[in-house]
């Protein structure tokens, strides 16, 4: 089993500029998460998705988007991406909430 | 919203040495969990302990729900126990966890 994977591990965008984080998950897990982690800090929850179907807001979802594609994906969008959105993206996954998260190994978005 | 404070912000020893690492959230929960970021980012589950105590080879968890604290011992240090460690937790019923600062640590040889 792969567990979490993430596609791309690294990207470079100029501002306004879109596109879209690629999150799967082989573990037949309900629930799927999108977090952000900035330079000396813990990770904030962007978006959420409790299980297939459902998506909801987290405590910094402001310039992001979700789709819950089917059981296994979970994507996120930057339609118009800004400075401030350079970061680390991890994707996670739990069997249901609040049970054990597992994590994919992250992207890194550089935003000129 | 729950508030979670860990402590210390930083923490460099031998190897060898044991180590204990403290998180203090403001609410009561029932989910809680540490996490491991190792050098390269990857994070890696260590304990999910809302309540009690765990035991995992070297590293050890404690949850005292009732005085809202949670403790990670890590006996016996090795220089891969480096990086940085994280507390989360989710209140009753709650999807989110909330992450605190973490507490870096460095094991040098």
């Known amino acids: 089993n792969a567990g979490v994977t993430q596609t791309p591990k690294f990207q470079v965008l100029k501002t306004g500029q879109s596109m879209t984080l690629q999150c799967a998950q082989d573990?037949?897990?309900?629930?799927m998460y999108w977090y952000r982690q900035d330079p000396g800090m813990g990770l904030r929850l962007i978006y959420y998705s409790a299980s297939e179907g459902t998506t909801d807001k987290g405590e910094v979802p402001n310039g992001y988007n979700v789709s819950r594609l089917n059981k296994r994906e979970f994507s996120l969008r930057l339609e118009s991406a800004a400075p401030s959105q350079t970061s680390v993206y991890f994707c996670?996954?739990?069997?249901?909430?609040?049970?054990?998260?597992?994590f994919g190994p992250g992207t890194r978005l550089l935003v000129l | 919203g729950i508030q979670v404070e860990q402590s210390p912000p930083d923490l460099i020893l031998q190897e060898g040495a044991n180590s204990t690492l403290r998180c203090n959230f403001s609410?009561?929960?029932?989910?809680l969990q540490w996490f491991h970021q190792n050098p390269w980012g990857q994070l890696i589950n260590l304990f999910y302990i809302p309540s009690g105590t765990k035991q995992n080879g070297r590293l050890s968890a404690t949850t005292v729900a009732t005085e809202r604290y949670s403790l990670l011992y890590i006996s016996s240090s090795q220089t891969t126990d480096s990086g940085v460690y994280f507390c989360?937790?989710?209140?009753?019923?709650?999807?989110?966890?909330?992450f605190g600062q973490g507490t870096r640590l460095t094991i040098n040889p």
């Open positions: 989360a937790v989710g209140g009753r019923g709650a999807q989110k966890l909330v």
């Open positions: 996670a996954s739990s069997r249901g909430g609040g049970e054990t998260q597992y």
């Open positions: 609410d009561s929960v029932n989910n």
């Open positions: 573990m037949n897990h309900n629930s």
